[in-house]
């Protein structure tokens, strides 16, 4: 049974610094690898999508690595602003099907 | 991308009466997706929406209490029944894009319940 870790947990830095948020899955047979973000009480954006096949994806600020036989995935976010505050979550499809399993969550806190 | 809308976006309801969810996608999707968030806590699978069959429930759901409705392609309705505080969560729906297996899933706003 796949499972997913987000370390760290909470996360608060000052604005501008740049920083990595982690995921970790323990089985590597995986089609992609999806980043979201969500706001308090809020539903789930889509930040990045990573295919198994792929070892980075850019979207603006926002970077996802991927290293499938390590079973890791990062995310970068680069010069950081208050409204990057946010719980980012990293999801991964079942393999034969499309159900999600979801990491535990970095409640990240952008201090202005 | 898929835009999905729920409703309702909250609900206060009391203990022992049912609640139905809405989903409405804005393009016909094959398979959509009912997700339970707890407070505090990430996102739990319960069931998989299936148009013209029955949902497929995921270990420690049951039909009785959680039972769901696909009349088409764009639509789905989650009831939770027979309600208790602990079924206080954020619902949500979500749906896969045109990339199947390897795609993008989307998800709608959520809906928050309190059970009081």
């Known amino acids: 049974k796949q499972e997913v870790t987000q370390i760290p947990a909470a996360l608060s830095v000052p604005e501008g610094e740049n920083l990595v948020l982690n995921c970790s899955f323990t089985d590597s047979a995986i089609y992609n690898l999806q980043w979201f973000r969500q706001d308090p009480g809020k539903g789930l954006t889509s930040l990045l999508l990573?295919?198994?096949?792929?070892r980075e994806q850019t979207s603006g600020r926002l970077n996802a690595s991927l290293d499938k036989s390590s079973g890791r995935s990062t995310l970068y976010i680069a010069a950081s602003q208050p409204g990057d505050s946010a719980t980012y979550l990293c999801?991964?499809?079942?393999?034969?099907?499309?159900?999600?399993?979801f990491g535990t969550g970095t409640r990240l806190t952008i201090i202005p | 991308s898929a835009v999905i809308s729920q409703k309702p976006s909250r609900d206060i309801c009391q203990r022992g009466t049912s609640l139905t969810i809405q989903c409405q996608v804005d393009?016909?999707?094959?398979?959509m997706f009912w997700y339970r968030q707890q407070p505090g806590q990430s996102l739990t699978l319960i069931a998989t929406a299936n148009q013209g069959s029955e949902a497929t429930y995921e270990s420690g759901f049951v039909i009785d209490k959680f039972p769901i409705s696909r009349p088409n392609l764009t639509f789905s309705t989650l009831t939770v029944s027979n309600m208790s505080p602990e079924d206080s969560s954020i619902y949500l729906c979500?749906?896969?894009?045109?990339?199947?297996?390897?795609?993008?899933?989307?998800f709608g706003p959520g809906t928050r319940l309190t059970v009081t």
């Open positions: 979500s749906v896969g894009g045109t990339g199947g297996l390897f795609g993008e899933q989307y």
């Open positions: 990573i295919q198994s096949s792929q």
């Open positions: 393009s016909q999707v094959t398979m």
């Open positions: 999801a991964v499809p079942n393999f034969g099907n499309e159900k999600l399993t």
